[in-house]
Nanobody, 122 residues
């Protein structure tokens, strides 16, 4: 059974940066699409970014394009989300998820981490 653990969240000032990590155990990530999702208080979960199994394709929500970069290191069974120029509206719990379909729909992902809190505030 694939297990995912996110880390790297925290409190950062507007304009700052964070790098989130999603480390997998139990199975290799090689064959999985990985998505990053976030949920702000009182809002629905939204897709932030996704990366195909061998990193040939990536996708970003319009709200984060040019600021966030997703990458993966299959040898380390890890996917990263580099977040630059952070804004208060980026605040939320960030989740990584693994699935077999390159989709921005959360219900297409089968395995989820527990989430890591990102707070952007001065």
């Amino acid at each position: 059974q694939l297990q995912l653990v996110e880390s790297g969240g925290g409190l950062v000032q507007p304009g700052g940066s964070l790098r989130l990590s999603c480390v997998a155990s139990g199975e290799t990530l090689d064959y999985y699409v990985i998505g990053w999702f976030r949920q702000a208080p009182g809002k629905e979960r939204e897709g932030v970014s996704r990366i195909s199994s061998h990193a040939s394709s990536t996708n970003y929500a319009d709200s984060v394009k040019g600021r966030f970069t997703i990458s993966r290191d299959n040898a380390k069974n890890t996917v990263y989300l580099q977040m630059n120029s952070l804004k208060p509206e980026d605040t939320g719990v960030y989740y990584c998820a693994a699935g077999l379909y390159y989709s921005d729909y959360a219900d297409r992902y089968d395995f989820w981490g527990q989430g890591t809190q990102v707070t952007v505030s001065s």
